[in-house]
């Protein structure tokens, strides 16, 4: 399917990139951040915004129901985000002056109703700015009438079928691609608003639109993908969340977002707000690509990335490269996100000081216990946790001091309907691919297949991992991932020697589940990345733990000991 009225014609080769800013990681990112960006950077063509999550698609879809279940439709606006409208107020008039376009994904399980409210706003401000909305990620009913004919749903962690779930559901929300979003920015759109598109796909269709790609242009599509992967999370690209983080020094604490020049061969050049503080580099810039990620394949309803050989250079003063992606055609499937009413949670503390910090938890443990009595059986989890250490000889109270925490528990493409509606009241349809590719549900994982001798780098000192490594972890439902890199090309065989699957189990140690972890290499960015599969103990809305995002895996791994070279070492540690 080709883009009505592309901006840009033929693959837009004779055009110059187009500036994405990416301005929203989560539902409460900075207030001023589109303001901001629309004031002090007018070479930005479109900004976008990520504010969706698997906390707020539970909680904004399992609302609607209960309002559509109660007939109280005129009430389902809550259904929306409505942190957007406060960020998008102050930053209109700028957005007019300097001819800004938005896409943003906040209107969860009420685009619709968002998509009124910012024309109210427009109004207010008294500006000729148009509204389009992309909908059609809505998918409970086709999710029920699947049930019936006997769909499986196999959830991702672990394959197991929603039969096994032990939950009836009530809603279900789809992962949409950035085709609808271009069909808006054609159809004149100045802000676009849609429900749950995928991360990447707000950059995915900006890029579409300007750029006049078709579907069959997966290489160029791929690229755009994961530049919008890596700009998707706001600053987390530009150090906000980065292992080398005393690089900032004390500029740390304004930090800007970063701006993606996407060209018409998919490839970007990755900056940063002017005056701001932060840091671009090729170490950022890898540390977000490795977040969240599920293996080689990053799969998308536009496209499938393939970004083992991805390629990061700096070619300026906070400007980074991006290349190598390879594209392959989408899966026929996209990601449907299944909600369902599963109890009750709470947790309650203690804290503990001074001597004997495990015997005072035993007795906590118990005296709980023969409280709660046979009511302890209608739990449906119950976990004991202390959290923290006494040093010897504590010099103040607080150090004295640990937490001991009780925490208690009481689909196919074809059947997405996805419409764009453009600001003339104008509804177009979105077909699905055409051109798909069936990928094995499992990703490729494998060890390293060429060992190096280790004894070949030298004499060592046993000392922190993250002393000469760098990395980052994050979720995918209850998936941990973790990617570990390397500074110096010549520290990489050796990293990829020692890390191999048993020995992240041993690096894990108490944490390590049992459960499968998948491990793969990039080694264009001297990274190595392994999949914890079902590592968070059934994801954000239902974990146990206290790193419920699997955001600290990474700074736990690399807090453990290992034997490193010291020629490694004399480098100076990050």
Same mark, same amino acid.
């Given at each position: ?223 755009? #993908? ?42 970007? !050049? ?98 709980? #216990? ?41 689909? %196919?493409?074809?059947? !997405? ?9 104008? !509804?177009?349809?979105? %077909?699905?691919?055409? &051109? ?14 060429? #060992? !190096? ?10 000392? %922190? ?18 990617? &570990? ?37 990039? %080694? ?24 419920? &995002? ?25």
């Amino acid at each position: 399917m080709a883009i009505t009225n592309g901006t840009n014609g033929t693959n837009g080769a004779h055009k110059r990139p187009i500036n994405i800013a990416g301005c929203s990681g989560g539902v409460y990112d900075r207030k001023r951040a589109i303001h901001d960006m629309a004031r002090n950077e007018p070479q930005v063509d479109v900004i976008t915004g990520d504010w969706m999550s698997e906390c707020n698609m539970t909680l904004r879809g399992s609302d609607k129901r209960d309002k559509i279940n109660k007939k109280q439709l005129s009430a389902v606006g809550s259904a929306y985000e409505p942190y957007f409208l406060e960020e998008l107020d102050h930053a209109i008039p700028w957005l007019a002056k300097n001819n800004i376009k938005v896409c943003v994904n906040a209107g969860a399980s009420d685009v619709e109703g968002l998509a009124e409210a910012v024309k109210k706003l427009i109004i207010k401000h008294g500006v000729d700015l148009k509204v389009g909305y992309v909908d059609g990620d809505d998918v409970t009913d086709a999710m029920f009438e699947l049930l019936k004919k006997g769909e499986k749903f196999p959830n991702l962690p672990a394959g197991k079928n929603i039969q096994d779930w032990g939950f009836d559901p009530i809603c279900a929300q789809c992962y949409l691609g950035g085709t609808g979003i271009a069909e808006c920015f054609a159809g004149s759109a100045d802000i676009v608003v849609c429900g749950r598109v995928a991360d990447a796909s707000v950059t995915v269709g900006a890029a579409i639109w300007w750029h006049g790609w078709k579907r069959e242009n997966v290489q160029e599509l791929a690229g755009a #993908l994961m530049v919008g992967h890596i700009i998707e999370c706001s600053t987390y690209a530009t150090g906000g969340y980065y292992s080398g983080f005393k690089d900032l020094g004390i500029n740390d604490t304004d930090m800007g977002y970063p701006i993606a020049a996407i060209d018409h061969l998919g490839e970007a !050049v990755i900056t940063m707000e002017k005056r701001k503080h932060g840091l671009v580099n090729t170490a950022t810039i890898a540390s977000q690509l490795l977040y969240e990620i599920q293996g080689p394949y990053y799969y998308n309803s536009d496209v499938t990335a393939q970004i083992e050989n991805v390629k990061l250079e700096q070619v300026g003063e906070n400007a980074v490269k991006v290349s190598g992606v390879q594209g392959l055609p989408p899966p026929p499937t996209t990601k449907v996100g299944i909600t369902a009413k599963g109890g009750y949670q709470a947790e309650f503390h203690f804290f503990l000081t001074g001597l004997d910090i495990e015997e005072k938890a035993k007795m906590i443990e118990r005296q709980t #216990l023969a409280s709660l009595g046979d009511h302890v059986k209608k739990f449906s989890y119950l976990k004991f946790q202390i959290a923290g250490t006494v040093p010897e000889d504590p010099q103040s109270q607080d150090e004295a001091t640990v937490d001991m925490r009780i925490f208690a528990h009481l689909m %196919p493409q074809s059947f !997405v309907k996805e419409t764009a509606h453009l600001p003339d009241g104008t !509804v177009v349809d979105i %077909p699905t691919p055409t &051109l798909t590719q069936e990928f094995p549900f499992d990703q490729p994982t494998y060890n390293t297949h060429n #060992l !190096v001798d280790l004894s070949s780098f030298g004499p060592t000192t046993r000392a %922190p991992l993250g002393y000469v490594v760098m990395g980052r972890s994050g979720d995918k439902s209850s998936n941990a991932n973790l990617g &570990l890199f390397f500074r110096h090309d010549d520290e990489y065989n050796w990293l990829r020697t020692l890390l191999g699957v048993e020995k992240l189990r041993e690096l894990l140690g108490k944490d390590d589940k049992g459960k499968a972890i998948d491990r793969c290499e990039m %080694p264009n960015i001297r990274a190595v990345h392994f999949l914890l599969r079902d590592h968070l103990d059934r994801g954000f809305n239902a974990a146990s733990g206290y790193d419920s &995002l699997g955001k600290n895996l990474c700074e736990y791994i690399r807090a453990k000991k290992v034997d490193i070279p010291n020629k490694f070492l004399e480098r100076g540690r990050i």
